[in-house]
């Protein structure tokens, strides 16, 4: 069986059509989506790119493989398993359209074909689908007829949200400069605000005050790099090969817009970063819709597991095989574990009904160190009930500090699990930032 991993980097689950979202943003995933199986509960336990795509391409939580910053110094481990490795090394031919590996993280291990288009940009992110595809598509139809793993990036939905024209007034019909529109205050406050207001925003005019006009936008590039994945895709139904592709297709972290006062960026534990898109499409699979709760560990134990290759004992995630072949309607977990130290210093643990989120250090905002919120009654997060339902937040604080705990000294990293986490995460947040 093929491989064909699609990473759309910055995209959150509810802006897909797929998923629910109101406006047009997705038909052609929406088609995908309708000829696989579409997991409602995607979540990231470690953000945002950096810690997240090791997660998906070890297996592994952040705690264990070590990279729980975008940036610093870490590389991925020598005794971390690697996906494109495994499969290289189980004779698939491997083959990544992507600009990762230039940050020397060993992002490019395994790959004997790594393929990098943004070079020709002075910023990596501007190199949009149709420079992807440029070199994907070719790739694609040249090596079909090998048994391949082909890892394609795209970055369209990432900041700044600059489509061709023709998407950018595709879901805004109103006024952007509106001098009543207050939306847009406090956009400084972000550390890149007021780069974004200089260099950004100020190429949409200088008078930009509504924060929905920038979202519009976002939308607009999902349409956009949606139209790439169509002609992707239809590269691969003209191979002749797509009855035997399983196509994949996830988001590393999704975006914050401008609710809890983050501005176009994906920080912040709250479901609009953790909450991503994950759709699984094979000819034997048989279209569902699955709500239980996933996340990027389970990626890389699920390829192999479809693929007939052993899944390494280092490995933390579940094969969710299971779900896309048989009758299993049963939860692989309680709950999802996610954090991050790259703009903020947080912990989060997700089940199906709540999110508590811990704070190890006030963040640019002065948000509460302790989060708690009800996700049935309250899935925007608007509503801290941590003092209103104290057992609920410390029971599942409680189990937050439990699971850190076993993680830690499953690892051996100190006798004094929390406190040396704590302190790992300080220290790299604090050296980031010190960095710029």
Known sequence: MNILFIAIDTLRADHLSCYGYPRNTSPRIDGLSGRGAVFEKMIAPGIPTHPSFVTMMTGQYPITHGVVAHGGSRSIPRTSPWLPTILQQSGYTTCAVDNLGEWQLGFSNGYEFYIDP???KGLSINADNREINRRAIPWLTEFAKEKFFM????????????????YRN???????????????????????GRMWRDTWLNKLGDCVTDAEYIEALYDGSIRFCDEGVGKLLRALDETGVADDTLVILVSDHGEMMYRHKIFFDH??????TLRVPLIISHPAIE?????????HVDLAPTILDLCGITVPVGMEGFSLSPYLYGAEDKPVREFVVSEECTWQMKWSIRTDTHKFIKALEEDFYHTPMRELYDLRADPHEFNNIALREPKTAEHLERTLNWWIKEMMVKNGLHKDPLLAHGITLGNEWKKLKDEG
């Open 151 to 166: 890892f394609v990036h795209y970055w369209d939905t990432h900041t700044p949200y600059l489509p061709p024209r023709a």
């Open 287 to 295: 279209p569902k819709r699955i709500p239980h709760l996933v996340a």
């Open 170 to 192: 595709l879901f805004y019909k109103h006024n952007p400069c509106d001098p009543n529109n207050k939306t847009l205050d406090g956009l400084e406050r972000h550390p890149l």
């Open 118 to 120: 943004t070079r020709r």
């Open 267 to 272: 920080h912040g534990l709250y479901d609009g």
